[in-house]
DNA sequence: ATTGTTTCTGAAAGCGGTTACAAAACCGCT
DNA sequence: AGCGGTTTTGTAACCGCTTTCAGAAACAAT
């Protein structure tokens, strides 16, 4: 069943019946009824590979993410399906993984699919493959990206301040009387930088001393969060609080720290990072900074829909992260 | 940059170079050389409109799932997108949420593109609206299922063996020594059903008495886990161990139970299911049944691979659950 | 050299839409 | 009736690929 079908079991030409499909102006109210007669009887659905390769818009949002069994990323796909699909576009979700080959198979599939609008989740899409494949291949599409850096005509941005949210974490430690605030960074590129730069910034304004070992880098993971804290032990640093992992990171850090017989906030203070639902389970709860991932989703639609329905979108938006106080922090034990 | 283009810069037809493209054999090796070289050195990607309107297959796997931000399903989407990307398929991930009419908005889509494989995955899918789809439209294509019920000459099952994971539990909690054991039961449609029988067919196994109020029904939750045990306890429900709920809900009713002044294991033991992080997490760490996910995701992968290669697949699989012993069941306290 | 076989190759006909363009129909006027 | 102008309609080219089919080339056998 095809448009030629239709059109002659309707008495027109196809050129009407597509027409009258796309809501083209300039069918006469008799013939436009005929047709779409004609149509809801025979259950009628265009192909898309032909109406696309006709040149029609593809109506497909394309997201391209790192992991999606990371839960921030699946909630912004999540949220970014909801909208797209609402305003009639088909999304399709892409898991890259972190390697840069696949990434650019995926953009090169994308290209020729002739994606209506791309939208990157999570800074590991950053590198010189997936800059190079953007910039040379998607100029006429609008390419929105949360935690990204690239450039472009189409770049549109969306970024949670996680400077912000761990200056807000510092700041809060500070307040508390804390002076000594070892480190947790993790890899996730040019963020867990941003980060551990504000922290350096927080450090310096307040005179918290920072060591030779006060930071420790690793990939987060509840694992990891249990080296910390033996990293830290092993070194001898000196501190009375931690922060800078996200959330299960700190919950393996707080694991960990009972278990040497430090008490969690007493002895030592641990503030989390994404206020996820791991923060509300650990013993004691985390006092944790939300990203506000809602937030940033949200946003993200806004851009979307912006961009697929006017010409013209916010260039950046950020989002400010806040602090959830829990029971993982206090005051610092005397002496 | 098209196959027409190609074939000029090689010095062939477009004939020559789909042959090459396709891997049809029939073309001498000089000119398949030739061809090669020019399609790499122009990063030249086919144009899949084209390519599906002529009629070759659309290379593309459809996912649908309920709720991409349950661990549960993203871990089976990733799986699966591996592994199809592998073969050279696309992935279409969609995420209906629980609405069977966007369910049948996008089963209609998946019409319309004609994919070559569907993957149903989670058992919120089932109702009448999308039994009826599949029934009437895809006869042609294999279809396969995580926990779904739906029949039909390409229909393909995998599914994990609940009952067997609930009985494990319930096994284990007798061999300990309990006699009273109260059951979570969620709303996972027949699934939940199945567990519950499960645990119902062990309790009369055993004489463990059930009595009106020793089943709690609710959606799983960290907050439910809480609700389960005040439930239990407003209802003066005789019990020293509970089963049936996921470990993020069992972790609820171990925070409650430890609330109320009651230690786990010693006063009450806890099983959770799944085996997520979140068993690993709570304290006392949780004994779980291990739903084996990844053993369920690499059999849907088998099952889509022989289905997409071979012209046949394994109808049904089955994965066994494996309990695992950790802290929060013990024998019950004497007396 | 001729013929028959087999292997390669390319021209061209779709696939099912969209859309530019031209023709037809309609309109209100002289 | 004849005319310009507007609205509606249909014809046909095109999108980029696959695939059939016929012919060319290569080779073997007569």
Redesign the pocket.
């Known amino acids: 069943?095809?448009?030629?079908d239709i059109a002659k079991l309707a008495?027109?030409?196809?050129?009407?019946?597509?027409?009258v499909?796309?809501n083209?102006?300039?069918?006469?109210e008799?013939?436009?009824r005929r047709v779409m007669e004609t149509l809801s009887r025979h259950n009628?659905v265009?192909?898309m590979?032909?109406?696309n390769?006709?040149?029609?818009s593809t109506k497909t949002v394309a997201i391209l993410t790192v992991d999606i069994r990371h839960i921030n990323y699946s909630i912004i796909a999540y949220e970014v399906e909801q909208q797209a699909s609402s305003m009639g576009y088909n999304v399709l979700l892409c898991n890259t993984t972190r390697d840069p080959s696949r990434q650019q198979f995926y953009l090169r599939v994308l290209v020729s699919k002739k994606a209506d609008c791309l939208v990157l989740i999570g800074s590991s899409l950053c590198n010189p493959v997936v800059d190079k494949e953007i910039r040379d291949n998607f100029h006429d599409i609008p390419v929105i990206m949360m935690n990204s850096q690239f450039d472009g005509p189409n770049a549109y941005h969306v970024q949670g301040r996680v400077g912000d949210g761990v200056a807000k974490a510092v700041d809060y430690l500070h307040s508390l009387g804390h002076r000594k605030i070892a480190f947790f960074k993790d890899d996730d590129h040019w963020i867990a930088q941003r980060k551990l730069d504000a922290y350096l910034a927080k450090a310096k304004e307040y005179g918290i001393p920072v060591g030779k070992h006060s930071v420790y880098c690793s990939r987060s993971g509840y694992d990891s969060g249990m080296d910390a804290v033996n990293y830290f032990e092993e070194n001898g640093v000196d501190y009375t609080a931690i922060t800078g992992g996200d959330d299960i990171t700190a919950t393996g850090m707080v694991k960990r720290l009972k278990a040497l017989g430090k008490s969690v906030p007493r002895d030592v203070s641990v503030v989390g990072y994404f206020n996820s639902i791991y923060a509300k389970i650990c013993e004691p709860a985390l006092t944790s900074v939300d990203n506000n991932i809602n937030l940033i989703a949200q946003a993200i639609c806004n851009t979307l829909n912006c961009a697929l329905t006017k010409r013209t979108a916010p260039k950046k938006t950020y989002v400010e992260p806040s602090l959830i106080v829990r029971d993982s922090a206090a005051p610092p034990k005397k002496g």
């Open positions: 069943m095809n448009i030629y008495g027109v030409s196809s050129a009407t019946v597509s027409r499909i796309n083209v102006p300039g069918v006469s008799d013939k436009r009628y265009p192909n590979f032909a109406r390769l006709a040149g029609a």
